[in-house]
């Protein structure tokens, strides 16, 4: 497939929690290792500490016949099985996936992602508003940033949305999601929050000129003829995209120890809480 390569870290990984400790140290320096080095037996054994014969139990575990084979499909980059060519729309949907993310990067703002990540700093709270599958997204910002210690809330029905802006001021946020930037309800409630003192930021790929009246940032996300519709790939994705921008620098900011503590502990807390069941 033009454009596209094939190797077996992806199986490496899929199967790793199969390993043995000794296995996984193996399948690390696989998956790691971005170096031209001599991968004979004989030479990863000592660089590794480990023995030749561990080396062979790990292909055969990965499903070659032994170490020789395993490095050969390793170095060449193939899985070792004969496959079809990929169908044109499966190319079809991964050269979208490669268009939007070549067209998300050409779009980052890097300022203005400082500026978000430190209006979500600041302030008390913040609501993203968000609906159809918008409304995803802002179901998925809401996890991911509470996880790190923002007090945000996801609002997907419009009259919440009206009734919401009684609760907003100056110490609070508003983000408003539309791939289309015609989603009049969220649109008119981005207004009511600016009218009520709030930071307004809109998430979309068209930009207008009326979005100056009412917004401080108008975030640009990617945009493919009828993506809203959900032709070929999810809507979601491009805007995902510009949110894990946002979430990774957000983890870098000033604070970020505090926030990485964070979420560690969300995540210990949402392990004891599997451990309970």
């Given at each position: 497939?033009?454009?596209?390569?094939?190797?077996?870290?992806?199986?490496?990984?899929?199967?790793?929690?199969?390993?043995?400790?000794?296995?996984?140290?193996i399948a690390?320096?696989?998956?790691?290792?971005?170096?031209?080095?001599?991968?004979?037996?004989?030479?990863?054994?000592?660089?590794?500490?480990?023995?030749?014969?561990s080396?062979?139990?790990?292909?055969?575990?990965?499903?070659?016949?032994?170490?020789?084979?395993?490095?050969?499909?390793?170095?060449?980059?193939?899985t070792?099985?004969?496959?079809?060519?990929?169908?044109?729309?499966?190319?079809?949907?991964?050269?979208?996936?490669?268009?939007?993310?070549?067209?998300?990067?050409?779009?980052?703002?890097?300022?203005q992602?400082?500026?978000?990540?430190k209006?979500?700093?600041q302030?008390?709270?913040i609501?993203?508003?968000g609906?159809?599958?918008?409304?995803?997204?802002?179901m998925?910002?809401?996890?991911?940033?509470?996880?790190?210690?923002?007090?945000?809330?996801?609002?997907?029905?419009?009259?919440?949305?009206?009734?919401?802006?009684?609760?907003?001021?100056?110490?609070?946020?508003?983000?408003?999601?539309?791939?289309?930037?015609?989603?009049e309800?969220?649109?008119?409630?981005?207004?009511?929050?600016?009218?009520?003192?709030?930071?307004?930021?809109?998430?979309?790929?068209h930009?207008?000129?009326?979005?100056?009246?009412?917004?401080?940032?108008?975030?640009?996300?990617?945009?493919?003829?009828n993506?809203e519709?959900?032709?070929?790939?999810?809507?979601?994705?491009?805007?995902?995209?510009?949110?894990?921008?946002m979430?990774?620098?957000?983890?870098?900011?000033?604070?970020?120890?505090?926030?990485?503590?964070?979420?560690?502990?969300?995540?210990?807390?949402?392990?004891?809480?599997?451990?309970?069941?």
């Amino acid at each position: 497939m033009e454009g596209y390569e094939k190797n077996i870290i992806p199986h490496i990984e899929a199967i790793y929690g199969n390993f043995t400790p000794l296995e996984k140290t193996i399948a690390d320096f696989f998956i790691h290792n971005e170096e031209k080095i001599d991968l004979s037996s004989k030479s990863v054994s000592k660089k590794l500490y480990v023995s030749e014969a561990s080396l062979s139990r790990f292909a055969k575990k990965c499903g070659y016949k032994g170490y020789r084979e395993f490095v050969f499909h390793y170095e060449q980059g193939g899985t070792g099985t004969i496959t079809k060519p990929a169908s044109n729309h499966i190319k079809q949907v991964l050269n979208s996936y490669q268009e939007l993310l070549n067209k998300s990067y050409s779009l980052i703002d890097e300022e203005q992602i400082d500026r978000i990540v430190k209006m979500l700093n600041q302030k008390k709270r913040i609501y993203v508003y968000g609906k159809g599958s918008s409304s995803m997204v802002g179901m998925e910002m809401k996890l991911r940033f509470m996880r790190i210690g923002v007090n945000i809330e996801s609002i997907t029905d419009t009259h919440i949305m009206k009734m919401n802006s009684v609760l907003l001021d100056e110490e609070c946020g508003v983000i408003g999601i539309s791939v289309s930037g015609k989603t009049e309800e969220v649109i008119d409630s981005l207004k009511a929050a600016k009218r009520c003192g709030a930071s307004v930021v809109l998430m979309t790929s068209h930009m207008e000129k009326r979005f100056q009246s009412f917004c401080d940032e108008v975030v640009l996300f990617a945009v493919k003829e009828n993506l809203e519709r959900g032709k070929d790939i999810s809507p979601q994705f491009p805007i995902l995209v510009m949110v894990d921008m946002m979430y990774s620098k957000m983890l870098r900011s000033e604070d970020f120890r505090r926030r990485e503590t964070l979420h560690e502990y969300t995540l210990e807390a949402l392990d004891e809480r599997e451990n309970k069941r």
